[in-house]
Nanobody, 113 residues
Framework: QVHVVESGGGLVQPGGSLRLSCAASGITFSNSAMGWFRQAPGKQRVWVASIMSSGATSYADFAKGRFTISRDNAKNTIALQMNSLKFEDTAVYYC???????WGQGTQVTVSS
């Protein structure tokens, strides 16, 4: 059974940084493409970034230049380093194994002064 647990969210001021982490289990992690998504209040869940088993990365336009996705195959984890945070980055952030339908609980990120 695929299981992911997100952590690292919190309250941050505009311009600040946060690092989210996601621990995955129930999969052959090194072979799995992983992604981050987010859902702002009253809006649909959207894709933020992905990292392939090869390490290749891709980002939504709003994330380019500010967010960095990475993976640690030894620890079965991925991370999302978020810099220069804006009010509009406020959302629940979800980690996902891209080839599976299940979602974790998410972690709340709130950007507020």
């Amino acid at each position: 059974q695929v299981h992911v647990v997100e952590s690292g969210g919190g309250l941050v001021q505009p311009g600040g940084s946060l690092r989210l982490s996601c621990a995955a289990s129930g999969i052959t992690f090194s072979n799995s493409a992983m992604g981050w998504f987010r859902q702002a209040p009253g809006k649909q869940r959207v894709w933020v970034a992905s990292i392939m088993s090869s390490g290749a990365t891709s980002y939504a336009d709003f994330a380019k230049g500010r967010f960095t996705i990475s993976r640690d195959n030894a620890k079965n984890t991925i991370a999302l380093q978020m810099n220069s945070l804006k009010f509009e980055d406020t959302a629940v952030y979800y980690c996902k194994v891209l080839s599976f339908a299940s979602w974790g609980q998410g972690t709340q990120v709130t950007v507020s002064s």
